[in-house]
């Protein structure tokens, strides 16, 4: 039987960000469901202890390997494992970002130290992981595929949250040049920007809420995990082997309407009426 255009069967996939649970871990069992051997990496060992260990004890070929990519130390190790793993590399999943409840402010208030935290754990690490396995694939003479993943609010504006959003724009800039340089080489650059998704990370800014989210979204809900791993999924296989860089939205149709700032610009999606209020400071 000829393999399927989602079958990932001989092929190693990193994940960077793998263990916080939401589109991280469902990438990681996605791809390990459609045949891949996936290093999970994540600089917390107790969160692969929580959330890869069980994939591993379903006997999905999952790899944990606790690193803090952000640094080239984390990085090198990541791709030691990868290169000792069975198979051969086929892509990368860029996850690994953040953005604390404290980084929410006014742009006024954004120091440099601000600044440059956030787009080192976001832009940098998004582009030195894809430098890294990219120039693994060259070597090996291999094609293949680097997804990272932006937002929505790299797409549009950011209120209160330049510096992220700054920070996420710049990710579907570096996924298009790099689109153009690795084209010739087989290699593919792209990016998703997710909208609201339900994932642990959110719920420190985003509370249940139905009636907002009918309002806001097009789709009226926030997106569940399995539905942001589905276009990872896509943009990884050979379903996609004549797209490069380009960043699919996958938003319920956020974009389409946009109507999820207050009067105050702040974000209706922001429960606490008090860290609304402290980000305006």
Same mark, same amino acid.
């Given at each position: 039987?000829?393999?399927?255009?989602?079958?990932?069967?001989?092929?190693?996939?990193?994940?960077?960000?793998?263990?916080?649970?939401?589109?991280?871990?469902?990438?990681?069992?996605?791809?390990?469901?459609?045949?891949?051997?996936?290093?999970?990496?994540?600089?917390?060992?107790?969160?692969?202890?929580?959330?890869?260990?069980?994939?591993?004890?379903?006997?999905?070929?999952?790899?944990?390997?606790?690193?803090?990519?952000?640094?080239?130390?984390?990085?090198?190790?990541?791709?030691?494992?990868?290169?000792? %793993?069975?198979? /051969?590399?086929? $892509?990368?999943?860029?996850?690994?970002?953040?953005? =604390?409840? @404290?980084?929410?402010? +006014? *742009?006024?208030?954004?120091?440099?130290?601000?600044?440059?935290?956030?787009?080192?754990?976001?832009?940098?690490?998004?582009?030195?992981?894809?430098?890294?396995?990219?120039?693994?694939?060259?070597?090996?003479?291999?094609?293949?595929?680097?997804?990272?993943?932006?937002?929505?609010?790299?797409?549009?504006?950011?209120?209160?949250?330049?510096?992220?959003?700054?920070?996420?724009?710049?990710?579907?800039?570096?996924?298009?040049?790099?689109?153009?340089?690795?084209?010739?080489?087989?290699?593919?650059?792209?990016?998703?920007?997710?909208?609201?998704?339900?994932?642990? %990370?959110?719920? /420190?800014?985003? $509370?249940?809420?139905?009636?907002?989210?009918?309002? =806001?979204? @097009?789709?009226?809900? +926030? *997106?569940?995990?399995?539905?942001?791993?589905?276009?990872?999924?896509?943009?990884?296989?050979?379903?996609?082997?004549?797209?490069?860089?380009?960043?699919?939205?996958?938003?319920?149709?956020?974009?389409?309407?946009?109507?999820?700032?207050?009067?105050?610009?702040?974000?209706?999606?922001?429960?606490?009426?008090?860290?609304?209020?402290?980000?305006?400071?």
């Amino acid at each position: 039987m000829q393999p399927g255009p989602l079958d990932f069967d001989g092929r190693i996939v990193i994940v960077a960000g793998a263990a916080g649970g939401g589109i991280g871990t469902t990438v990681t069992r996605d791809l390990a469901h459609a045949g891949a051997t996936v290093i999970a990496v994540s600089r917390s060992q107790d969160n692969l202890e929580q959330h890869i260990t069980p994939l591993i004890k379903e006997g999905l070929a999952v790899v944990p390997v606790a690193a803090d990519v952000s640094n080239d130390e984390g990085i090198a190790t990541a791709m030691k494992r990868a290169q000792d %793993a069975r198979g /051969a590399l086929h $892509g990368l999943v860029n996850v690994a970002g953040a953005a =604390a409840p @404290a980084t929410w402010m +006014r *742009a006024t208030r954004v120091t440099r130290d601000d600044w440059r935290d956030l787009f080192r754990q976001n832009l940098e690490t998004m582009f030195f992981m894809s430098q890294a396995v990219a120039r693994q694939l060259t070597e090996d003479g291999r094609a293949g595929s680097i997804v990272s993943i932006s937002s929505i609010s790299g797409m549009n504006t950011a209120p209160f949250h330049i510096a992220y959003g700054t920070a996420k724009a710049a990710i579907v800039a570096a996924t298009r040049t790099m689109a153009v340089e690795l084209a010739p080489l087989g290699i593919r650059v792209n990016a998703i920007a997710p909208g609201v998704t339900a994932t642990p %990370a959110s719920r /420190a800014f985003v $509370g249940e809420d139905p009636e907002r989210d009918q309002k =806001a979204i @097009a789709m009226g809900r +926030r *997106a569940l995990p399995e539905e942001q791993a589905g276009a990872i999924l896509f943009l990884l296989s050979d379903l996609s082997s004549y797209i490069t860089g380009q960043t699919l939205l996958v938003d319920g149709g956020l974009n389409l309407k946009w109507t999820h700032l207050d009067a105050d610009n702040t974000s209706l999606f922001l429960e606490n009426q008090e860290f609304r209020a402290a980000i305006k400071r």
